[in-house]
């Protein structure tokens, strides 16, 4: 069975940061392109940031964090990151792992696209 898995999340001051991991579970699963949406109470799910997977690797932002935060990944280990620097209030959320997934399940490899993590909670305090 396939899983997404984040954590890193937490609570953290104003101004501080956390590294949001996603790691990709189950039968010779890989992460294909991924991406970190974020749902703050009240509000539409939207996107942080996205990232592919073959070289060259291509990230792309939301306005809203470019330049404070990093998406990264470690194909050897199945993980994408996030990293969230010079955070604010407002970027308080759950934080979830989107990820387009090849896996091998009955003899074959497999594809499926928007398979979600269970989501991290990240608190900004001011």
């Known amino acids: 069975q396939v899983q997404l898995v984040e954590s890193g999340g937490g609570l953290v001051q104003a101004g501080g940061s956390l590294r949001l991991s996603c790691v990709a579970s189950g039968s010779s699963v890989s992460i294909n392109s991924a991406g970190w949406y974020r749902q703050a109470p009240g509000k539409q799910r939207e996107l942080a940031a996205t990232i592919t997977r073959t070289s060259p690797v291509s990230t792309n932002y939301a306005d809203s964090v470019k330049g404070r935060f990093t998406i990264s990944r470690d194909n050897a280990k199945n993980t994408v990151y996030l990293q969230m620097n010079n955070l604010k209030p407002e970027d308080t959320a759950v934080y979830y792992c989107?990820?387009?997934?090849?896996?091998?399940?009955?003899?074959?490899?497999?594809?499926?696209?928007?398979?979600w993590g269970q989501g991290t909670q990240v608190t900004v305090s001011s």
């Open positions: 989107n990820a387009d997934i090849t896996y091998y399940n009955n003899g074959a490899f497999r594809r499926k696209s928007d398979y």
